[in-house]
C-alpha cells in the first residue's frame, strides 16, 4: 500500500494526471464555447456555415492541445522536449514534402470555407453527383446522395461545385387533368394550392404562381404551377406540392387521367 501511495505521489504521475485533467477541461470548454457560437445564428446559412468552420476549429484545436499536452508529459519524466521539438521541425519540413497532397488538401478544405464554397448541410452537385454536405474536413469532404451512398472526395481534388442551397431555385410542377373537367374549376383549385404553398418557409410569394395550361396531349391537359424557393427545399416541396394537387382532385372529384388497356373478348 504504501508503495502504491508513494508512486501516486510522484511527481510525474500527478502531473500527468493534472495534465490529463486540463485536457478534458479544455475541451470541454472547447464545445461550450462552439455551442454558444451555434447559437448566435441569425439564418440558417450562417448557422451552417458557422458550424463548418467551428467544427474545423475544433478538430484542429483538438490535436493542438493532445501535442502540447504530450510534450509536457514528457517533460515530467525527463525528455528533452528541446532537442524532440527541434527534430520535429526538421520532420515538419521533410513531411511536407512527402505530404504534399495533404497540405493541399487542407489549403483547399481552408479556402472552401472563407470562399462560402459550401458548409455542413448544403446540397451540392460535384460532377455527376449531387448529394448533401454531411461533413467538412480537413483533407476530406463527404456528400451524401438521396440513396445513402456517401462520395468521399479529396479537397484538392474540388475545383469546381454546384451549390443548390445558396440560391434560389425553380421548378415546374404539371397537373395532369381529364379533358372532360372544367377549365374554370381547375384553375380555381391549383390557384387555392399556390395562395396555401406561398405560406411555406423560404417559398418566393411574389413569384411563385400557377402559370396556366402547358400542354394538350393525347389523353390529358397539362396544367402548370412554378415554384420558387431556396435550393434546399426544392425536392421537398416538389413531393409535398404534388401531394397537395393529389388531395385537392380527389376532394373535388376531379379526374387525373392514367394509361388502360381493354381487353375485347371476341366469341
Not at 484542429?60 to 524532440?84: E, H, P, T, Y
Not at 411563385?208 to 395550361?213: L, M
Request: proline letters at 1%; a positive charge.
Amino acid at each position: 500500500m504504501t508503495d502504491v501511495l508513494a508512486f501516486l505521489l510522484k511527481k510525474e504521475v500527478i502531473g500527468t494526471i493534472i495534465t490529463a485533467i486540463s485536457i478534458y477541461l479544455a475541451f470541454s470548454l472547447i464545445r461550450v464555447i462552439a455551442d454558444k457560437i451555434l447559437s448566435r445564428s441569425a439564418t440558417e446559412f450562417e448557422k451552417k456555415r458557422k458550424k463548418t468552420v467551428v467544427n474545423l476549429l475544433k478538430t484542429v484545436l483538438k490535436w493542438v492541445v493532445i501535442m502540447i499536452a504530450l510534450i509536457i508529459v514528457l517533460d515530467l519524466f525527463g525528455v528533452n522536449v528541446n532537442s524532440l521539438i527541434a527534430s520535429l521541425g526538421v520532420a515538419s519540413a521533410v513531411g511536407a514534402l512527402a505530404l504534399q497532397d495533404s497540405l493541399k488538401d487542407i489549403i483547399n478544405g481552408a479556402s472552401m470555407i472563407m470562399d462560402n464554397y459550401f458548409v455542413v448541410g448544403d446540397i451540392i452537385k460535384y460532377g455527376d453527383f449531387m448529394g448533401t454536405v454531411i461533413e467538412l474536413g480537413l483533407r476530406t469532404t463527404k456528400i451524401m446522395n438521396a440513396d445513402g451512398e456517401v462520395k468521399v472526395i479529396s479537397n484538392r481534388n474540388i475545383s469546381e461545385v454546384t451549390n443548390l442551397s445558396q440560391k434560389e431555385q425553380s421548378a415546374l410542377l404539371i397537373a395532369p387533368t381529364a379533358y372532360e373537367e372544367k377549365i374554370e374549376k381547375v384553375e380555381k383549385i391549383l390557384n387555392e394550392i399556390v395562395e396555401e404553398i406561398k405560406t411555406w418557409d423560404t417559398m418566393n410569394k411574389k413569384k411563385t404562381a400557377y402559370i396556366g395550361i402547358t400542354e394538350l396531349e393525347s389523353s390529358c391537359v397539362n396544367y402548370g404551377i412554378r415554384i420558387y424557393c431556396s435550393g434546399g427545399k426544392i425536392w421537398e416541396y416538389k413531393r409535398a406540392v404534388l401531394r397537395l394537387i393529389k388531395q385537392k382532385y380527389d376532394k373535388n372529384k376531379i379526374k387525373i387521367p392514367y394509361n388502360q388497356i381493354e381487353v375485347h373478348n371476341e366469341r
